[in-house]
C-alpha cells in the first residue's frame, strides 16, 4: 500500500505561482509513475502532468509552458511548478503514483486562481 500525502495548494491570484508537493511512503526508486491529474467543478478528472522511472514525461497541452513536473527519488516526492496560473486551472489537484502495476491517489489539494 502507497500513501500519497500532498501540500501546496491554495489561493492564488491570475498570474501567480504555486508549487505542489506529493509525498509517497514508498521508496520513489520502486514506484513506476508519478503525476498529477485535476477536477475542477462539473467536470472529469484529468491527467495534468505526468513522469516515469524511465525519466519520461508528460504535461498536457492546456497547461505546456506554464507548469513543470520534477521527481526526487531519493526524498520519495513529486512536484509540481505552477506559472502564469489561470481562473480555468481551478481545481482539486490529485498526486497518483503507479507502483506494482497498481494505482494510488492522494487525498487532493485545492487550487483556487482568482481573476
Known amino acids: 500500500q502507497v500513501q500519497l500525502v500532498e501540500s501546496g495548494g491554495g489561493l492564488v491570484q491570475a498570474g501567480g505561482s504555486l508549487r505542489l508537493s506529493c509525498a509517497a511512503s514508498?521508496?520513489?526508486?520502486?514506484?513506476?509513475?508519478m503525476g498529477w491529474y485535476r477536477q475542477a467543478p462539473g467536470k472529469q478528472r484529468e491527467l495534468v502532468a505526468l513522469t516515469t522511472s524511465a525519466g519520461t514525461s508528460y504535461i498536457a497541452d492546456s497547461v505546456k509552458g506554464r507548469f513543470t513536473i520534477s521527481r526526487d527519488n531519493a526524498k520519495n516526492t513529486v512536484y509540481l511548478q505552477m506559472n502564469a496560473l489561470k481562473p480555468e486551472d481551478t481545481a482539486v489537484y490529485y498526486c497518483?503514483?503507479?507502483?506494482?502495476?497498481?494505482?494510488?491517489w492522494g487525498q487532493g489539494t485545492q487550487v483556487t486562481v482568482s481573476s
Open positions: 514508498e521508496s520513489g526508486f520502486s514506484i513506476d509513475a
Open positions: 497518483n503514483a503507479v507502483c506494482r502495476a497498481r494505482g494510488y
